[in-house]
């Protein structure tokens, strides 16, 4: 088994399929990199964004379950029609989802280091102890970053126990419309 059976399920896939996986791939790196960036979108561009994936989602949702269906199936099409119905709003809704984290967070902090422009943002942050396996203990919260996903920045033990509770904190970056890309905070 080849890589490419591995990836587009077929040794000799179409344009369509290696079209259509080749976005849901790409769609989860950016996911991913949105979720983990130091990135929060402006209130605009997240309403702007949320209709943007609805409409990505809206076109790659039925050429996807078209192809799994016409096609050697990469995932299994339920037999019943409500079963096809269920399956399908429910690919629609995850597909969604992936395309609103990539819309909002993955491109949009990409773009923002790209055309933004440097900005300085002085924002009173609140330290926060989470005992937490799946993510930081120590965390930075505060109304400047409510909106990044997820809504804190991780800190280190040493620096939590050295910080007052609360504190005015500069966040240094860059920023557009798209929102604001942090790459230091001063703690000074």
């Given at each position: 088994m080849s890589w490419i059976e591995k990836f587009y399920g077929s040794e000799r896939p179409n344009f369509l399929r290696v079209l259509i996986?080749?976005?849901?791939?790409?769609?989860?790196?950016?996911?991913?990199?949105?979720?983990?960036?130091?990135?929060?979108?402006?209130?605009?561009w997240k309403d702007f964004g949320m209709h943007i994936s609805i409409y990505i989602s809206a076109i790659y949702c039925p050429v996807l379950y078209l192809l799994a269906t016409t096609q050697k199936p990469i995932i299994k099409i339920f037999k019943s029609y409500i079963g096809r119905i269920f399956q399908f709003l429910f690919m629609a809704v995850v597909m969604t989802?992936?395309?609103?984290?990539?819309?909002?967070?993955?491109?949009?902090?990409?773009l923002t280091q790209i055309i933004g422009k440097p900005t300085t943002i002085?924002?009173?942050?609140?330290?926060?102890?989470?005992?937490?396996r799946r993510s930081c203990d120590f965390r930075l919260e505060g109304d400047a970053i409510k909106e990044a996903m997820p809504s804190y920045i991780c800190i280190s033990e040493l620096l939590y126990s050295e910080l007052p509770a609360q504190q005015k904190?500069?966040?240094?970056?860059?920023?557009?419309?798209?929102?604001f890309h942090i790459e230091k905070i001063d703690t000074k």
């Amino acid at each position: 088994m080849s890589w490419i059976e591995k990836f587009y399920g077929s040794e000799r896939p179409n344009f369509l399929r290696v079209l259509i996986f080749s976005i849901f791939y790409i769609s989860i790196i950016l996911w991913f990199y949105g979720w983990r960036a130091d990135f929060t979108p402006s209130s605009e561009w997240k309403d702007f964004g949320m209709h943007i994936s609805i409409y990505i989602s809206a076109i790659y949702c039925p050429v996807l379950y078209l192809l799994a269906t016409t096609q050697k199936p990469i995932i299994k099409i339920f037999k019943s029609y409500i079963g096809r119905i269920f399956q399908f709003l429910f690919m629609a809704v995850v597909m969604t989802f992936i395309f609103w984290g990539v819309v909002v967070h993955g491109a949009a902090d990409l773009l923002t280091q790209i055309i933004g422009k440097p900005t300085t943002i002085e924002s009173e942050l609140s330290k926060t102890y989470s005992a937490s396996r799946r993510s930081c203990d120590f965390r930075l919260e505060g109304d400047a970053i409510k909106e990044a996903m997820p809504s804190y920045i991780c800190i280190s033990e040493l620096l939590y126990s050295e910080l007052p509770a609360q504190q005015k904190f500069k966040l240094e970056g860059q920023s557009s419309y798209l929102g604001f890309h942090i790459e230091k905070i001063d703690t000074k």
